[in-house]
């Protein structure tokens, strides 16, 4: 059986389709395509394709004595949503341009590739109870997943809620809508993160965080 594909014959393969300088051509049929893409494409250009970098960095928190989660939890921790005691939901105090964004963590530090079982089996319920609370809320429409981890060896499971009948700011384009739209004030992230706080509770215990507290 053949061995997987080496970055270097990836690379390689890249660079061959590569116009004047060092750009791909903009794939009209795909993304840029779609009537949800949010930008206009007649001036749209790839940026440059960068070489390989010798190394992958290290990320934040790569060792768990540099991580945030050797520290004691703090229940009330600003940004908290809710907690117990081998998770917690946050959020951002001044708020993202959608109608909610809360991000999911261990306190037990690892990545998905590092997950203690233990740990695993309690993921997925808590995904289907955040994932189920957001989509009740009266302002959003759908909820979308994200977990990237270039930056942080800790994961962090991101809940995002498209506004609802906001259909331009459906699929993978929501995030470029996200950031130029305006900040959700303080009160309404409150408002929006209560029942799935409160959901949170109900099915997993913990407390509900400073974010939330009437």
Not at 106 to 132: K, N, Q
Not at 192 to 199: D, G, K, S, T
Request: glycine fraction near 8%.
């Amino acid at each position: 059986m053949d061995s997987p594909e080496s970055i270097d014959d990836y690379y390689a393969r890249i660079e061959a389709a590569l116009g004047p300088e060092r750009r791909l051509p903009v794939a009209i049929e795909e993304m840029p395509g779609w009537d949800i893409f949010p930008f206009e494409v007649d001036s749209l250009r790839i940026k440059p394709l960068a070489p390989l970098a010798d190394t992958e960095p290290a990320r934040r928190g790569e060792d768990a004595v540099d991580c945030w989660c050797d520290r004691p939890h703090d229940p009330d921790a600003a940004g908290l949503v809710w907690s117990n005691d081998r998770w917690k939901v946050s959020t951002d105090v001044d708020g993202s341009g959608l109608p909610i964004m809360l991000w999911l963590s261990p306190l037990t530090h690892c990545d998905l590739p590092t997950m203690p079982t233990d740990v695993a089996a309690e993921f997925g319920p808590l995904v289907a109870t955040i994932s189920a609370a957001i989509e009740d809320l009266p302002s959003v429409g759908r909820v979308q997943l994200a977990k990237y981890g270039d930056g942080g060896a800790h994961l962090h499971l991101f809940f995002m809620g498209r506004p609802l009948r906001m259909l331009q700011l459906r699929g993978s384009p929501m995030l470029d809508w996200e950031e130029n739209l305006p900040r959700v004030p303080a009160d309404v992230v409150a408002r929006n993160a209560r029942p799935v706080a409160e959901a949170l509770t109900a099915v997993h215990g913990g407390h509900l965080g400073p974010v939330v507290r009437a």
